[in-house]
């Protein structure tokens, strides 16, 4: 029986992508593993979106218990949305794959931070452990040196991007070699989050590449990324043929070809669901200079709030919002009906349950929510004469458990493949609900894919049977708790 599980989160890739990239040799690690390991289709029924994945992994559960639709939600009692943070998953599901009464578990470039605040780097590495009935997360040494890692950078051009993700990849799979040849912790998880970036940005530069055609003359470097992506696998390949370790390797969603943007915010702004306020003149300054500025320090609103001694210079901090989120302080809460902190959640804003409602709870609510559903299944997109939303469901329809409420009230739970839902924070008077991609040419659709890897795989593993994300949560915290594979799973609770 295996010691320990290395884990491998390739979001972005799926079996139709994989297929012609291992056909053309651009993968040699990965098609050793896929063609000896047991491969599976694999479900989900969040949002395809990474932080939101993993936080179902770690769990075992959904977003009805734990309140996280898109790895974020409101902040109870406050408009300001929440990231998902390890800390505050474990008090919601303290027996998980997190470890009970297990050793220490490595997370490496997991998008999750510990507690509330930005995202660990893409090579951070942390370790959790069960003590006293708490989660104590810390971080382990970078096995490059802070001047020597690779600087956050503003380029926009797609070979400085891809230049960039290779320098990147090189120090991940520097963290991963160190991680799996020295450590003895009996999971190891790891996220490639410029894989998925690389996917997201260059999906038709790579499939015309595959089919002999250059896009945009970025054939070499996509190659190059690629490879060194692959080559960061090898580590893990190798220590799998010398002590048994067992390989897992999911990715809950691929992406397809991106033709058209669409944005929430915007189309509840043109049907006066949301209102916004007028800017003063020093809250544009700081939510268009400084704010970015401190959002690539890291600097949160609660430091700010404390280094500035006028009180009317913090509550410009307050009115002009989040400084990750700085958009939001341009709602006017007063006159909104509806709103969206998440790409696909539409959230009403209820009297009693939040601090500024406009709306009556009970029957107002609810012909609310259905007009709103009816507006957005029939809103047609006139560049191209489609209506991109076909599914848009209540939140107890999807979901249930003690983390309903902190839920949007709203899902949009299907969209025509070839749009994707824009990011919340881009609401302005002049925002289009439907506009062309900037920098991406691929948009996230499920599907994904499993794949088991080791000697003494046991049988039960074996079949390539469906699986979803709660399935492989259960396979690792058997594993993590009773050191073995073989554990009966339990049935999904909480989605």
Same mark, same amino acid.
């Given at each position: 029986?295996?010691?320990?599980?290395?884990?491998?989160?390739?979001?972005?890739?799926?079996?139709?992508?994989?297929?012609?990239?291992?056909?053309?040799?651009?993968? &040699?690690?990965?098609?050793?593993?896929?063609?000896?390991?047991?491969?599976?289709?694999?479900?989900? @029924?969040?949002?395809?979106?990474?932080? $939101?994945?993993?936080?179902?992994?770690?769990?075992?559960?959904?977003?009805?218990?734990?309140?996280?639709?898109?790895?974020?939600?409101?902040?109870?009692?406050?408009?300001?949305?929440?990231?998902?943070?390890?800390?505050?998953?474990?008090?919601?599901?303290?027996?998980?794959?997190?470890?009970?009464? $297990? &050793?220490?578990?490595?997370?490496?470039?997991?998008?999750?931070?510990?507690?509330?605040?930005?995202?660990?780097?893409?090579?951070?590495?942390?370790?959790?452990?069960?003590?006293?009935?708490?989660? !104590?997360?810390?971080?382990?040494?970078?096995?490059?040196?802070?001047?020597?890692?690779?600087?956050?950078?503003?380029?926009?051009?797609?070979?400085?991007?891809?230049?960039?993700?290779?320098?990147?990849? %090189?120090?991940?799979?520097?963290?991963?070699?160190?991680?799996?040849?020295?450590?003895?912790?009996?999971?190891? $998880?790891?996220?490639?989050?410029?894989?998925?970036?690389?996917?997201?940005?260059?999906?038709?530069?790579?499939?015309?590449?595959?089919?002999?055609?250059?896009?945009?003359?970025?054939?070499?470097?996509?190659?190059?990324?690629?490879?060194?992506?692959? @080559?960061?696998?090898?580590?893990?390949?190798?220590?799998?043929?010398?002590?048994?370790?067992?390989?897992?390797?999911?990715?809950?969603?691929?992406?397809?070809?991106?033709?058209?943007?669409?944005?929430?915010?915007?189309?509840?702004?043109?049907?006066?669901?949301?209102?916004?306020?007028?800017?003063?003149?020093?809250?544009?300054?700081?939510?268009?200079?400084?704010?970015?500025?401190?959002?690539?320090?890291?600097?949160?609103?609660?430091?700010?709030?404390?280094?500035?001694?006028?009180?009317?210079?913090?509550?410009?901090?307050?009115? $002009?919002?989040?400084?990750?989120?700085?958009? %939001?302080?341009?709602?006017?809460?007063?006159?909104?009906?509806?709103?969206?902190?998440?790409?696909?959640?539409?959230?009403?804003?209820?009297?009693?349950?939040?601090?500024?409602?406009?709306?009556?709870?009970?029957?107002?609510?609810?012909?609310?929510?259905?007009?709103?559903?009816?507006?957005?299944?029939?809103? %047609?997109?006139?560049?191209?004469?489609?209506? &991109?939303?076909?599914?848009?469901?209540?939140?107890?329809?999807?979901?249930?458990?003690?983390?309903?409420?902190?839920?949007?009230?709203?899902?949009?739970?299907?969209?025509?493949?070839?749009?994707?839902?824009?990011?919340?924070?881009?609401?302005?008077?002049?925002?289009?609900?439907?506009?062309?991609?900037?920098?991406?040419?691929?948009?996230?659709?499920? &599907?994904?894919?499993?794949?088991?890897?080791?000697?003494?795989?046991?049988?039960?593993?074996?079949?390539?049977?469906?699986?979803?994300? !709660?399935?492989?949560?259960?396979?690792?915290?058997?594993?993590?708790?009773?050191?073995?594979?073989?554990?009966?799973?339990?049935?999904?609770?909480?989605?």
């Amino acid at each position: 029986m295996a010691s320990r599980v290395v884990l491998l989160g390739l979001g972005g890739l799926s079996l139709e992508l994989l297929d012609p990239l291992i056909h053309h040799g651009w993968l &040699p690690n990965l098609e050793y593993l896929l063609g000896r390991g047991v491969v599976g289709p694999l479900s989900s @029924d969040i949002p395809p979106f990474a932080a $939101a994945e993993w936080a179902m992994l770690l769990t075992g559960q959904g977003p009805g218990t734990t309140g996280f639709l898109e790895g974020s939600r409101k902040t109870p009692g406050s408009y300001f949305p929440e990231v998902a943070n390890l800390e505050a998953l474990a008090r919601r599901v303290p027996r998980s794959f997190l470890g009970g009464t $297990a &050793p220490e578990t490595v997370l490496v470039g997991v998008p999750l931070p510990a507690a509330p605040g930005p995202p660990p780097p893409e090579d951070g590495i942390q370790a959790l452990r069960w003590e006293d009935g708490r989660l !104590t997360v810390r971080s382990l040494p970078l096995p490059v040196e802070e001047g020597d890692r690779v600087a956050e950078a503003k380029e926009e051009h797609p070979e400085d991007f891809l230049k960039r993700a290779i320098r990147r990849m %090189i120090v991940l799979s520097v963290s991963i070699a160190r991680m799996v040849r020295s450590s003895e912790h009996p999971i190891i $998880a790891v996220h490639f989050a410029g894989l998925d970036r690389v996917l997201s940005r260059f999906h038709k530069d790579i499939a015309a590449a595959l089919l002999g055609r250059s896009v945009r003359g970025l054939d070499a470097l996509l190659r190059q990324f690629l490879r060194v992506f692959d @080559d960061a696998v090898g580590p893990v390949l190798d220590l799998s043929r010398k002590d048994g370790t067992f390989v897992v390797l999911f990715s809950p969603h691929g992406y397809a070809p991106l033709d058209r943007v669409m944005n929430l915010n915007a189309f509840l702004l043109s049907r006066g669901y949301l209102a916004l306020r007028r800017e003063e003149g020093r809250e544009v300054l700081l939510r268009e200079v400084a704010a970015p500025v401190l959002r690539s320090m890291k600097i949160g609103r609660g430091r700010v709030k404390r280094i500035l001694n006028r009180p009317g210079l913090r509550e410009v901090v307050d009115r $002009a919002g989040s400084l990750f989120s700085s958009e %939001i302080g341009l709602f006017d809460w007063g006159r909104t009906r509806a709103f969206a902190l998440t790409r696909t959640g539409i959230t009403l804003n209820v009297r009693g349950v939040e601090s500024a409602g406009s709306v009556n709870p009970g029957p107002e609510e609810r012909a609310l929510g259905e007009e709103i559903r009816d507006a957005l299944r029939s809103l %047609i997109d006139l560049g191209t004469g489609k209506f &991109p939303v076909r599914e848009v469901l209540w939140r107890e329809e999807l979901f249930s458990g003690p983390g309903l409420s902190e839920l949007p009230h709203l899902v949009v739970r299907d969209w025509d493949p070839t749009y994707i839902l824009e990011d919340w924070r881009k609401v302005a008077p002049s925002e289009e609900i439907f506009s062309d991609p900037a920098h991406r040419t691929g948009t996230p659709r499920s &599907p994904g894919f499993y794949c088991f890897f080791g000697a003494g795989l046991p049988d039960r593993l074996r079949p390539p049977l469906p699986r979803t994300l !709660t399935e492989i949560s259960e396979i690792l915290s058997g594993f993590l708790e009773e050191g073995n594979l073989s554990l009966p799973i339990k049935a999904p609770q909480g989605l």
